[in-house]
């Protein structure tokens, strides 16, 4: 299993946003998470399609764009165009299964990686229908909107459940966690199989390059095992 460390650029610089990047690249990070709120599916709004143009060609890393938004199957197509690797959106942002369906179908017609997230309310149970069909399952650990709380409860046992779920289909399917990750607890979310690892303030919060060469210290160690 293929372990990344996607920092999550929402705790950036957003003046230096460039600067911060180079700092994960030189750690070893190789995927950048973008999330997106429209402050409508989230209390907060961030930033959307054309920053992710101009970071396209300042970076090879792999864009992780995690939507937080409603309705996400309006803007599959401009965020593919803008340069997503990943395409990631949520069960609670669509209106019904058929609706779910129709969105990965677009990410892949628009041939990206798809993406599902669930916040920390929402049962597992509500990925399993289609997660034959995505590439990445994603568990919230903390209510999306913002950066820096602390991790809910229970949410690690969730997507360890989702793992097993995961291993016992015989599923080829990355397991991502965002949400409250600090280095104090990177073990914890990596023994409950999680193989893609969404950091933001533990990050972008002081020595960038520093904080991300700990975290790249401690993948590498349980990858190894
Ligand atoms: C929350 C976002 C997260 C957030 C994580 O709405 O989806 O990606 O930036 O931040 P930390 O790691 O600080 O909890
Ligand atoms: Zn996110």
Do not use: W
């Amino acid at each position: 299993m293929k372990y990344r460390l996607a920092p999550s650029i929402l705790s950036g610089d957003f003046a230096n946003l460039g600067e911060g990047i180079r700092q994960i690249e030189a750690a070893g990070a190789t995927d950048l998470h973008f999330d997106v709120m429209d402050g409508i599916f989230v209390p907060n709004i961030s930033f959307g399609i054309p920053v992710l143009k101009s970071l396209r060609p300042f970076t090879d890393m792999f864009m992780d764009v995690h939507l937080m938004i409603t309705e996400p199957i309006r803007y599959v197509d401009d965020f593919a165009d803008a340069g997503a690797d990943l395409i990631t959106f949520h069960v609670e942002a669509c209106q019904d299964a058929q609706d779910i369906e129709t969105t990965i179908g677009a990410i892949h017609a628009a041939g990206k990686q798809a993406g599902l997230v669930i916040n920390p309310k929402t049962s597992e149970e509500e990925l399993y229908p289609f997660i034959e069909d995505l590439e990445l399952a994603l568990i919230m650990g903390v209510q999306p909107g913002f950066g820096g709380q602390g991790m809910i409860d229970g949410t690690l046992e969730k997507a360890k459940r989702v793992r097993d779920y995961i291993d016992s289909h015989h599923l080829d399917c990355d397991l991502e966690f965002d949400g409250g990750v600090k280095i104090d607890n990177l073990d914890n979310v990596l023994e409950a199989g999680i193989n893609v690892i969404v950091a933001g303030s533990a990050v972008f919060k002081g020595d960038v390059k520093a904080n991300a060469a700990a975290f790249m210290d401690v993948i590498r160690k349980h990858a190894d095992v």
